[in-house]
Nanobody
Framework: VQLQASGGGLVQAGGSLRLSCAAS????????MGWFRQAPGKEREFVGR????????HYADSVKGRFTISRDSTKNSVYLQMNSQKSEDTAVYYC?????????????????WGQGTEVTVSS
């Protein structure tokens, strides 16, 4: 199983960026796909997740109303649309896949991880 995250880069504060996560090696029916981020010197934190089957999403308070997660079953891909970005959004972003069990905001609940893509928001 492989998760390939892409789309990171440099964006100005208030701008937008869309990250992609392409999954291969299996289908993720009945799984959930999560996005996490890790800023320099900080621990990895939950950003949001989507249930693959239902499309139900859940977000961290820090990104609620600004970030949107979606999926495309035909491409086996998940996306993170980031709008109204702030300097505190600067981090390496990771996509992950986990079974539908436990706390979805717990990184330990995810079985597979992408390599990360770096996002820098300049103020």
């Amino acid at each position: 199983v492989q998760l390939q995250a892409s789309g990171g880069g440099l964006v100005q504060a208030g701008g937008s960026l869309r990250l992609s996560c392409a999954a291969s090696g299996r289908t993720f029916s009945n799984w959930r796909m999560g996005w996490f981020r890790q800023a320099p010197g900080k621990e990895r934190e939950f950003v949001g997740r989507i249930n693959w089957n239902t499309g139900y999403t859940h977000y961290a308070d820090s990104v609620k109303g600004r970030f949107t997660i979606s999926r495309d079953s035909t491409k086996n891909s998940v996306y993170l649309q980031m709008n109204s970005q702030k300097s505190e959004d600067t981090a390496v972003y990771y996509c992950a896949a986990g079974r539908m069990q436990g706390d979805s905001s717990d990184s330990g609940m995810y079985n597979y991880w992408g390599q990360g893509t770096e996002v820098t928001v300049s103020s």
